[in-house]
């Protein structure tokens, strides 16, 4: 079954880290670049990062960049985003998300996402 | 940044009805304009590319138009499964990937 499993979300005070994954599995990882979208309670979808194939290319939102690191290991087929510094603001449900094999900047696949709460 | 601005923010419809919802860009995209569907507590689903490329798998009822600026999405006949909320997001000045507000379609 082609999926995406998000995990690593929980609980923590401001200014801390959380490195969440994303597990891909029934395609071809390494041949997608991967994003990860979040979105904060009862609010809409924001992108927060991309990553090419070989994850030598990577792209932040203003809002995370020089905080949130995104990295892939494609003999894992998982997908990651490092996050310091941590803001209440950047509570939310984090969506790892499969763009199509052109790369063209939008999603055919998402996981189900993993909740984070900044929070002291 | 490319603004994506969806309207209404949200809309009452009955079941069988036929439905509009309207994305509009802050310049022009040309056709790269892209609809998900999102369920209270779920993922957001893929239902719609290049303004009007129906996804694979996705109802026939639905369908999108447009370019340039405004574009719309259209439910031809409204199912119980369809209630839900609508996202557009625009694919044409990246990175950063934006996405509107979203249109949240009720039960009326």
């Known amino acids: 079954e082609v999926q995406l499993l998000e995990s690593g979300g929980g609980l923590v005070q401001p200014g801390g880290s959380l490195r969440l994954s994303c597990a891909a599995s029934g395609f071809t990882f390494s041949s997608y670049a991967m994003s990860w979208v979040r979105q904060a309670p009862g609010k809409g979808l924001a992108w927060v990062s991309a990553?090419?194939?070989?994850?030598?290319?990577?792209f932040y939102a203003d809002s995370v960049k020089g905080r949130f690191t995104i990295s892939r290991d494609n003999s894992k087929n998982t997908l990651y985003l490092q996050m310091n510094s941590l803001r209440a603001e950047d509570t939310a449900v984090y969506y790892c998300?499969?763009?199509?094999?052109?790369?063209?900047?939008?999603?055919?696949?998402w996981g189900r996402g993993t909740l984070v709460t900044v929070s002291s | 940044d490319i603004q994506m601005t969806q309207s209404p923010s949200s809309l009452s419809a009955s079941v069988g009805d036929r439905v509009t919802i309207t994305c509009r860009a802050s310049?022009?995209?040309?056709?790269?304009l892209n609809w998900y569907q999102q369920k209270p507590g779920k993922a957001p689903k893929f239902l719609i590319y290049?303004?009007?490329s129906l996804q694979s798998g996705v109802p026939s009822r639905f369908s999108g138009s447009g370019s340039g600026t405004d574009f719309t999405l259209t439910i031809s006949s409204l199912q119980p499964e369809d209630f839900a909320t609508y996202y557009c997001q625009q694919s044409y000045s990246t990175p950063p990937i934006t996405f509107g507000q979203g249109t949240r379609l009720e039960i009326k």
């Open positions: 998300a499969k763009e199509t094999l052109n790369a063209d900047w939008y999603f055919d696949l």
């Open positions: 990553i090419s194939t070989s994850g030598g290319g990577t």
């Open positions: 310049q022009s995209i040309s056709s790269y």
């Open positions: 290049a303004a009007s």
